[in-house]
């Protein structure tokens, strides 16, 4: 999601005018400069920290969206668990009722007592038979119950602490949404209150080719390395143009791990939400081995992620603004390339 640039000021701030303006920026945060009254520079690269904060709560966001939405599918397997015991054990207990009303109307009486108002000797023995058979039977049927009401207590409290946590889930995902939504918003307001021409050159700084990592690029003319990588990569490219919506994961829009789970599931592989979780979903390789459909995520945190498009580009959803786009591989740190 959000800044696909390095915190560090980038080819529009250089040398002295760089240290100048974190001295500035951190002026500004603490309230000791007005925006109002911090230079062109400084105010981009507000906005720059600023996106990269942003992408970072909105890639906690997708990742307690994704728990939440798992949480949902175990609340509903412990509620159909408890729902199948609960009839269970209502039918166990029709059928203890039936078998007492049957043993009661056939044998209730005292055994002795039936043996004196028998006529005949041997049929109290068959039925003291049968009714002994019923006894044990009984017996059987009771403790299967016991157990089953054990396992309902169970069931119930393990949905009962899977509601607890998803609830639990949910005010996480408004909190992250909340911090999202607050700092786009004060980037928004920064870059508006720039200039014309100082927008568009934010937008050339942040494409600018950077010659000092022109060296950061996989095997000229490599195709990708499976079918899979091809048709990833094929979905990415049909994705150019669509709008950054943040938490988004397509096919109208897409934050930065969004695009690169879509464009993998087109190609029938399932990859996590969130570009954390992405660095891992494969093998990881060195970036000069990098071949279109592997992906590239940056910043120590993988906090961003794009996929390899080849000579030396990758495609991204940059920022809210920023459609899918190609743009350098080496616009920002790169902390991994992994093969999927």
């Keep these: 999601m959000g800044s696909h640039r390095r915190l560090a000021p980038t080819g529009f701030t250089r040398g002295a005018g760089a240290a100048a303006g974190l001295v500035t920026v951190a002026a500004a945060v603490l309230g000791a400069v007005p925006t109002a009254a911090v230079p062109h520079d400084d105010t981009r690269a507000e906005v720059d920290r600023l996106y990269a904060e942003a992408e970072k709560a909105t890639e906690a966001y997708n990742k307690a969206d994704e728990r939440t939405d798992a949480l949902r599918k175990q609340v509903g397997t412990a509620q159909d668990a408890v729902a199948r015991q609960?009839?269970?054990?209502?039918?166990?207990?029709?059928?203890?009722?039936?078998?007492?009303?049957?043993?009661?109307?056939?044998?209730?009486?005292?055994?002795?007592?039936?043996?004196?108002?028998?006529?005949?000797?041997?049929?109290?023995?068959?039925?003291?038979?049968?009714?002994?058979?019923?006894?044990?039977?009984?017996?059987?049927?009771?403790?299967?119950?016991?157990?089953?009401?054990?396992?309902?207590?169970?069931?119930?409290?393990?949905?009962?602490?899977?509601?607890?946590?998803?609830?639990?889930?949910?005010?996480?995902?408004?909190?992250?949404?909340?911090?999202?939504?607050?700092?786009?918003?004060?980037?928004?307001?920064?870059?508006?209150?720039?200039?014309?021409?100082?927008?568009?050159?934010?937008?050339?700084?942040?494409?600018a080719d950077h010659a000092d990592r022109s060296d950061l690029s996989g095997p000229a003319g490599a195709g990708p390395s499976s079918g899979r990588a091809a048709a990833a990569f094929a979905a990415a490219r049909s994705a150019l143009g669509r709008p950054y919506i943040w938490g988004a994961n397509g096919p109208g829009g897409f934050d930065c791990s969004g695009l690169t789970q879509w464009s993998y599931a087109q190609a029938g592989v399932a990859l996590p939400r969130t570009s954390q979780a992405q660095r891992y979903a494969g093998r990881q390789i060195p970036l000069s081995q990098a071949r279109p459909g592997d992906l590239v995520a940056y910043r120590d945190d993988a906090s961003h992620i794009g996929m390899y498009a080849g000579n030396g580009q990758v495609i991204h959803a940059p920022y809210p603004g920023a459609p899918v786009r190609y743009d350098p591989v080496g616009m920002m740190p790169i902390s991994s390339v992994t093969r999927v």
């Design 86 to 207: 609960q009839e269970r054990i209502n039918t166990m207990r029709d059928a203890l009722g039936s078998l007492a009303g049957a043993q009661y109307r056939s044998g209730g009486l005292d055994p002795s007592l039936a043996l004196l108002l028998s006529a005949d000797p041997d049929d109290y023995l068959d039925k003291a038979s049968v009714l002994d058979r019923i006894s044990t039977h009984q017996a059987g049927e009771l403790k299967e119950l016991q157990r089953a009401m054990r396992d309902l207590t169970e069931d119930r409290a393990e949905a009962a602490r899977k509601l607890a946590e998803l609830e639990k889930g949910r005010k996480a995902v408004a909190a992250h949404k909340k911090t999202v939504e607050r700092k786009l918003a004060e980037a928004r307001r920064l870059l508006n209150s720039l200039p014309d021409d100082a927008r568009d050159a934010y937008d050339r700084a942040s494409r």
